[in-house]
C-alpha cells in the first residue's frame, strides 16, 4: 500500500512519470489483487446498476483491467481510460473500449453513460486537477446516475512514494474523509460513503457513491 515519502509538490511531469512508473509495473508482470472490501462494494455497485437499469460504464484510471473484467462479467458495457499504454492495450484485450487519456479530459461526450468508476486513481491528483477530473466524471455521466469513487487516505498529506520499485516514484495526495466528503458534495450527492482499514494499515479506503446532479427541468 502507498506509503508518502513526505509532504513535496507533485512533478511538473505528473501524468507522464505516472504513465512511466505504470508501463514498467505492466511489463514487470507485477499482479494487484483488489482487496474484499472492495469487492463487496463493488458488488453492491453492480447490484445498484441492476436495479437502475444502467449498463454503460465509465472506468477513469483502468489499470489492469481487474474491475473492468468484472463489470464486463457482469454483463455491463465498460469504456474506460488510462494514462498507461500498456494499461490501455491489456484492457482492449479483455473488451474493454478504452483509451488513452487524462482524468482531466475524458474523450466522450456529454451524458454518455449511465454510472461511473473510478478506483485509487485521483488520488494522483493535486486538489484542483481532481476537482476537474470529477466535474468530467459528472459531465459523462446521465444526470441522476451514480459515481463510484474509491481513494486511499483517511489524513492530509502529499508526497512520493519511496518504497516504489520503479522510476520515477508515484505522488499521491491523500485526504482526510472531511475533505473528501466536501470535494465530492461540490458535484453531486453523497449518496454512501464507507470507510475501513484493511488489515489494520494506518491507511484507510474511503468509498463513495456520488449521484450526479438531476438535469434542469
Do not use: H, K
Given at each position: 500500500?502507498?506509503?508518502?515519502?513526505?509532504?513535496?509538490?507533485?512533478?511538473?511531469?505528473?501524468?507522464?512519470?505516472?504513465?512511466?512508473?505504470?508501463?514498467?509495473?505492466?511489463?514487470?508482470?507485477?499482479?494487484?489483487?483488489?482487496?474484499?472490501?472492495?469487492?463487496?462494494?463493488?458488488d453492491d455497485f453492480v447490484a445498484l446498476l441492476a436495479a437502475e437499469g444502467r449498463v454503460r460504464v465509465v472506468e477513469v484510471g483502468l489499470g489492469t483491467g481487474l474491475d473492468a473484467a468484472a463489470l464486463l462479467g457482469a454483463g455491463l458495457a465498460v469504456a474506460g481510460v488510462d494514462l498507461s499504454d500498456e494499461h490501455v492495450q491489456r484492457c482492449r484485450a479483455l473488451g474493454v473500449d478504452a483509451h488513452r487519456a487524462s482524468a482531466t479530459a475524458l474523450p466522450f461526450g456529454d451524458a454518455s453513460f449511465d454510472a461511473g468508476w473510478s478506483m485509487s486513481t485521483l488520488l494522483h491528483l493535486p486538489d484542483a486537477e481532481a476537482d476537474v477530473a470529477l466535474a468530467e466524471l459528472v459531465r459523462v455521466v446521465v444526470p441522476g446516475g451514480p459515481v463510484a469513487i474509491g481513494l486511499w487516505g483517511g489524513f492530509d498529506e502529499a508526497g512520493v512514494q519511496d518504497r516504489d520499485p520503479h522510476l520515477p516514484h508515484r505522488w499521491f495526495r491523500f485526504r482526510t474523509d472531511a475533505q473528501v466528503r466536501a470535494t465530492l458534495a461540490t458535484h453531486g450527492t453523497v449518496e454512501r460513503f464507507d470507510t475501513w482499514q484493511p488489515d489494520g494499515d494506518r491507511f484507510t479506503y474511503q468509498w463513495a457513491v456520488l449521484r450526479t446532479p438531476d438535469a434542469t427541468p
Open positions: 500500500m502507498p506509503d508518502p515519502g513526505g509532504p513535496t509538490p507533485p512533478p511538473d511531469d505528473l501524468e507522464a512519470a505516472l504513465a512511466r512508473f505504470y508501463d514498467q509495473e505492466s511489463r514487470a508482470g507485477t499482479r494487484r489483487v483488489i482487496e474484499l472490501g472492495r469487492v463487496a462494494r463493488r
